[in-house]
């Protein structure tokens, strides 16, 4: 039985702030005392194995037997001393979010007692149930058991009694079942390709490092509503809810203060982030009422998403220990705005340069058009499959509204580097040549002088944006592993300038200098990645038409979207850098049509379940009070009841048509998804509900919606959006 909503309304307004005490200690302190980073590995292992392990992590050396041995007993030590009893493999899946199984650390001693035992072997290696976690079919072509392997470039850490070492999860024969592999893979393919790039301009980098610094948008709910409204609880999404007369209109949660509860709640949420390493900077309210951002200091691309899962996983914890529940779902809510997680991407070199920041010299600002213009040839050439990394069943409702990245994939520059690429494009190979000494700076590129580059010059429309020193992908749902999104971007930009490489090597072989070369080539790319620069209004109708006649991807169906990551040239792609084989990528398709199908699914159960257990009996008892009311009203007043009765009577017939259509769209809902589930294919399956169940989720709404409007506020079972958005 759910809780009632008025209980759960004055529950919830009655809520004091849980104020946390905060540690005595500076931040700089404790910071990542939970973490077996660098320090902890100091003091608990010999010299000679962390300088292996370090090796290993920094140059990728092979970790032996005998180093996994001795890091796990240090490992066991420092884990110990923190009170630590079990350990874990923690990876994750092809599901949002993560896995683990927890181990404890005792072993039999042979004598009937027990100890404490973490050998090398259960550090490297785990071997988890691969059947309980989608695998796309892996499993059973291989007919392998899947495992987990120790990611040594992820530091392990504590939460609660438990030790987490991070770790891939791939099958027997080595296909990734998880995020993490192919976001590795992604990371040195890209690595290895723009080192070359980034030597025709600075000879001495030996190692390009991608970053990710993530902002993450989230909704908090009282915990007692939250439990009052079953389609929050089941599906992270209120399937029905009338607009509040008052949403974001005023615009006033953005730049209003944070309330005490919510205050308190982030307060713990920094402490526990910075136990566990995560460098969270900023927070502040979001667009929407009780809607919210957080966001670190950017850290390497595996790193980083590793934080951002933790971080995801944390913040579940604390929200109830305030008695809030978080929402990551991309649209909790209809009519406000939903949550995106902005992707902030950038690549550094092992000598502290930026790639995407404008230099002091006409190198570097050569190099930095170099890879400005490779990073919007890859999103060109790819922005259906970007497009395909970012779509979820959440996402499909954020996305293409008039609050949120569209459906088209499309690249934001600034005026400034939009000129810059313009001269570029005609400017003559004269100009190329003089760019190699410094006083004929013709082209403009040598002008850029430092920092002059305008990051307020913002285009919050674009999918994609260069904000002064990085790209941010704005698309990215909320709830979303960013390495979906990250693999595809870092593998088509290894492809890119793989590509590119082999191309001003080709003109150099035929007589080119490396300058002239590098000058046709870019002006090559940019002339050809034209169609993926916009910085009009991404929101807009126009766009929509505009993007199509430039030949961009306009899929909206997100099934459909999916295919993008089979595609010849998608597949091609992926295996030239060594990040996803044909196989791992049909594999992961199904997982994605099967995950997609099941969402809706739950989705239109619910709704069903809603509708004619808790929506419809109630407006049935309200309508015939209404009736009774016409039934007294006439036996009073006789023959002139008519108009007398006039409204309740209105209301008697709209209610009825809107209880018969509720009905109806259950009843045919129904009858789709029956279909539907009797289709194999998974494919073809997740295109049957998105074609014909999904519409009947609005189409139902829309009838409960007007309901809640006419029917008794004291009746109506479930908490409204007023009451859930407004935290006291
Ligand atoms: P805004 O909301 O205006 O985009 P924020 O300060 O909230 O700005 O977030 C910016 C994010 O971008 C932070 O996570 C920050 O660490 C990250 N970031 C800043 N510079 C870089 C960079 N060079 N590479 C990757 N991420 C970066
Ligand atoms: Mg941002």
Redesign the pocket.
Known sequence: MSISRFNAVEKASNRKAIEVVTPKEKVSEYFASNVFNRKAMQKYLSKGIFQQLTNAIDNGALIDGHIANHVASGMRMWALEKGVTHYTHWFHPLTDGTAEKHDAFVEHDGQGGMIEEFSGKLLVQQEPDASSFPNGGLRNTFEARGYSAWDPSSPAFVVDDTLCIPTVFISYTGEALDYKTPLIRSVEALNEYAAKVCNYFYADVKKITT?????QEYFLVDIELYAARPDLSLTERTLMGHESAKNQQLDDHYFGSIPPRVQEFMKELEIESYKLGIPV??RHNEAAPSQF?L????EECNLANDHNLLIMAVMKRVARKHNFRVLLHEKPFQGINGSGK?N???MGTDTGV?LFSPGKDQTANLSFITFVVNALMAVYKNNALLKASIASAGNEYRLGGYEAPPVILSSFLGTQISDILDKFENSDIDDAIQMDDKKGIKLGVGQIPELLLDNTDRNRTSSFAF?G??F?FRAVGSSANCASSMLVLNAAMAHQLKQFYNEVEGLRKAGQTKKEAIFHVLKKCIKESKPVRFDGNGYSNEWRVEAKRRGLDCETSIPLQYDAYTTPETIAMFKDVNVLSEIELQARNEVKWEIYTKKVQIEARVLGDLSLNHIIPVVIRYQTILLENVARIQQIYGEDFRAMAAEPMRLIEKISGHINAVNSGVFDMVEARKKANRIEEAREKAIAYHDTVLPFLGEIRSHIDELELMVDNQMWPLPKYRELLFIR
């Open positions: 970053f990710l610094g993530w902002e900077k900023t951002e966001a670190p200091i950017y902005h902030n991407w950038s930026q904000t020193n990085r941010e």
